[in-house]
Structures are given as structure tokens and as C-alpha cells.
């Protein structure tokens, strides 16, 4: 069985900053695609960013503040998120799927964890 855990989330002024953890476990991160997608009250998911066969893409509204990164040995990933914006208020989740092909789209991933709480104030 497959489970993804985030957690880092809270309430932070805007310009601050904030990291995020998505622990897995049941497989090794480092055999999947993953991303970070987010959903703010009334609005669609949000491509965010995604990793995989040593390819990273940014969503534009996060591109030069966020950053994913691999703790292979910890299996987790990261979300270092900088210069918080009170639009980037969300929850956020991370994704995963099997292979090493990323995607933008939502539903091209398996495995979802069940989301953690950021609130910027401005």
C-alpha cells in the first residue's frame, strides 16, 4: 500500500517562507513521478510543479519561489516555497505516480496525499 503524508503547512505573512514534506511510503520515491498541486476555496486544482526523469516543471505563477526537491534516503520530497504572495493560500498536495515521466495534468497521477494548509496573510 502506497501512502503519501505532507505536512509543513500553516500561516505565514506574506514574504515569508515555508517548507513542505510529503513522506511516502511503500515504494521508493526515487522509482516515481511526482508533483505538488494545489486547491484553493471555490477554485480548481493547481498545477504547482512536477519531477521526473530528471525533468522539473513549474507552474508560472510559482516559477523563481518554489522549489521540489528529493530526500531519496529519507523518501521524501520537498516544497521550499519563498516570497509567499497571499494568493498562493491554498492546500497544497503531493502526488505520485509509477514511472519516471512527469505531468502537468492532475489525473495523470496514482497516489495522493491528503493535503496540508497554507495560509499567507497579507
Known amino acids: 500500500q502506497v501512502q503519501l503524508v505532507e505536512s509543513g503547512g500553516g500561516l505565514v505573512q506574506a514574504g515569508g517562507s515555508l517548507r513542505l514534506s510529503c513522506a511516502a511510503s511503500g515504494r521508493p520515491l526515487s522509482t516515481w513521478a511526482l508533483g505538488w498541486f494545489r486547491q484553493a476555496p471555490g477554485k480548481e486544482r493547481e498545477f504547482v510543479v512536477c519531477s521526473g526523469g530528471g525533468i522539473t516543471k513549474y507552474g508560472d505563477s510559482v516559477k523563481g519561489r518554489f522549489t521540489i526537491s528529493r530526500d531519496n534516503g529519507k523518501n521524501t520530497v520537498y516544497l521550499q516555497m519563498n516570497s509567499l504572495k497571499p494568493e498562493d493560500t491554498a492546500v497544497y498536495y503531493c502526488?505520485?505516480?509509477?514511472?519516471?515521466?512527469?505531468?502537468?495534468?492532475?489525473?495523470?497521477?496514482?497516489?495522493w496525499g491528503q493535503g496540508t494548509q497554507v495560509t499567507v496573510s497579507s
Open positions: 502526488a505520485a505516480r509509477t514511472g519516471s515521466v512527469a505531468f502537468i495534468e492532475s489525473d495523470k497521477y496514482n497516489y
